[in-house]
């Protein structure tokens, strides 16, 4: 529980400056996009996790019916708002871990870059299982565990910094953890330079 305070006070704050330093990794979302947007329609309802202020939801909302794009920080989605919105594109504050929706409500979940930084990403995961419709879609690009020195300085500064990494998978465990949560692995990406590596990874809820 402490760690889950921790965590959520330290994205609250940095929430004003979050968007800058998103702006530096734009190259890398506009790939991670490219990735997830052959799968979306227009039939499409979908639910985003831990949106920040919209790097994701924003470009890629316009192609479904309904995207409903949800952070655990009111800072974050208050920063989402004013970078955009359409009829398409809602922003609300909501626990990954703990989510109102009724099961079998949306054909696919985003989850971006917040798995590695979870307390209990298990939760989140049992939540997203629930409220997909079967064969719904999960996109779940994510930052992994690289091997070079200038990886291993960054992420020592951005330790210091206060950010906190719960989980340090590489792109093979990250992808049999996920599946150990009824998930099965349809796409598994390698995105990102040696700084940022990402595994951009798509499964489908499995039957049964």
């Not at 997830?36 to 227009?42: T, W, Y």
């Not at 206060?162 to 989980?167: P, S, Y």
Request: proline letters at 4%; aromatic letters at 10%.
């Amino acid at each position: 529980m402490k760690n889950q305070r921790d965590n959520k006070r330290f994205w609250e704050k940095v929430s004003g400056l979050y968007g800058l330093f998103m702006k530096c990794s734009g190259r890398l979302y506009n790939d991670i996009c490219e990735q997830i947007r052959p799968h979306l329609n227009r039939e499409m309802t979908v639910l985003e996790l831990a949106c920040g202020t919209g790097q994701l939801s924003i470009p890629l909302s316009c192609r479904v019916r309904l995207w409903e794009a949800t952070d655990f920080s009111n800072h974050m989605i208050a920063e989402a708002k004013k970078n955009g919105g359409s009829s398409r594109l809602h922003f609300s504050v909501q626990d990954a871990t703990c989510l109102p929706y009724g099961s079998e409500t949306f054909d696919a979940v985003v989850i971006g870059n917040a798995l590695h930084i979870m307390p209990e990403p298990q939760l989140a995961l049992e939540e997203i299982h629930r409220i997909l419709k079967p064969d719904g879609h999960l996109f779940a690009p994510t930052f992994v565990q690289g091997n070079s020195v200038g990886f291993r300085v960054r992420m020592a500064l951005m330790g210091l910094v206060g950010f906190r990494t719960f989980h340090k998978w590489s792109a093979s465990a990250l992808a049999e953890y996920v599946s150990g949560f009824g998930f099965q692995i349809t796409e598994q990406t390698q995105l990102g330079a040696s700084l940022t590596p990402l595994c951009c990874l798509c499964a489908e809820k499995s039957h049964g």
